[in-house]
């Protein structure tokens, strides 16, 4: 593991945005920021049985008119194409809490469940890869015929049940939807992906464009960099290894490179770190940067990778990512899903802590 020097990455951080005013989304803590998953949970299923169980809803919210997902910005980058759910929503006070859900979905019901929303087929648009993650918009809406009244401070039970789906693909099938979704740990470990974005160059030698993977882990207090660099300048010769550095800025940019126009710079040149291991044969490199806990939790930054050979003169530029130092979830869980994920008819399902993020109306 190569650490990252705490003054550079303090220094880089800067002058801190202010947080806009927060709208209701469980779990809170992805509100602004991407969830760490994606599911295709209730919305992508052909027949189906879901809860979810909410804990972390303010005491202003005392009146749900309907909920809504959006789409994950980080697992598909293409299209996803209209689609139309036959579905059906019961809404109570939860008899349960995330951390004492029953596999069992009437346990989780309280008292006299509402059909908020009588079967009916509802219209989802089709939806373009955002421009940014998270996406800016709960796109795929869920309105509530008759309004649930929510006491302050309780817990909530949404239920949705699927009875089939119109899909490009054809009828009542499964399919990729891909709603934002977040894992949620009470051990003070979480993931953050990044939102990859531009294209890279291809190296001499190599007939596929220079790539990263990066994704920010945080373990409790420390929050490590994990980067996988793919196809770039190869080293041959490890007495003319090729040398990488992670460029980082505060905005994004596209500039093409002076000499070599089909390579882009999406990062300025606000903090570049040397990474200490060369790429192989293959021209791949994995390498871990500690000590990212310097920046505030929900800081953003570009990171791109750059790869080089003094010798040979080889220069490749990777796409860029969009990275988002992860902020902790609670030490107690603010949510859980029940599924049967292929039976509107089940009386019982799995219990995750993989949540969509949902925001409530």
């Not at 005491?59 to 994950?72: E, K, N």
């Not at 007495?239 to 710079?265: D, E, F, K």
């Not at 999406?266 to 000590?291: C, H, Q």
């Not at 570009?302 to 979830?329: C, E, H, K, R, Y």
Request: with cysteine; proline share 9%.
């Amino acid at each position: 593991m190569n650490p990252t020097p705490l003054l550079s990455l303090v220094s880089f951080c800067g002058l801190l945005c202010a947080v806009p005013a927060q709208t209701v989304v469980s779990p809170a803590s992805r509100t602004l920021v991407e969830g760490s998953a994606s599911t295709s949970y209730p919305l992508g299923r052909a027949d189906g049985r879901f809860q979810q169980i909410h804990a972390d809803l303010p005491p202003t919210l005392t009146s749900i008119v309907g909920h809504a997902f959006r789409r994950d910005a980080i697992s598909t980058r293409g299209s996803i194409a209209a689609f139309s759910v036959d579905l059906e929503v019961r809404v109570s006070v939860a008899a349960t809490t995330p951390a004492t859900a029953s596999t069992t979905f009437a346990n989780n019901h309280g008292p006299s469940p509402v059909t908020v929303l009588p079967r009916t087929i509802l219209n989802f648009p089709a939806t373009g890869r955002p421009n940014a993650d998270p996406a800016p918009t709960f796109e795929y809406v869920i309105p509530y015929a008759t309004p649930f009244s929510f006491p302050a401070g309780s817990t909530l039970c949404v239920e949705t049940i699927v009875y089939g789906n119109t899909t490009s693909s054809g009828n009542d099938r499964n399919f990729s939807l891909l709603l934002d979704a977040h894992e949620l740990r009470t051990d003070g470990k979480i993931d953050q992906p990044g939102f990859r974005f531009g294209t890279g160059c291809a190296a001499p030698g190599q007939s596929a464009t220079h790539y990263g993977r990066l994704d920010l882990s945080r373990d409790n207090g420390l929050v490590d960099l994990v980067i996988e660099s793919r196809n770039a300048a190869a080293t041959t010769d490890p007495t003319q290894p090729t040398m990488t550095a992670l460029v980082l800025g505060t905005a994004a940019i596209s500039t093409p490179w002076s000499w070599l126009p089909n390579c882009t710079q999406y990062s300025p040149f606000d903090l570049v770190l040397t990474l200490a291991g060369v790429t192989d044969a293959a021209g791949d490199l994995d390498e871990t940067l500690a000590g990212f806990e310097a920046l505030p939790d929900g800081f953003r930054f570009v990171a791109q990778l750059v790869s080089g050979n003094l010798a040979t003169g080889d220069l490749t530029f990777a796409d860029a990512s969009w990275m988002t130092i992860p902020t902790p979830d609670p030490t107690t869980l603010p949510a859980v899903r029940i599924s049967a994920a292929n039976d509107h008819t089940a009386a019982t399902g799995s219990v995750s802590a993989s949540v969509p993020v949902t925001m409530f109306l």
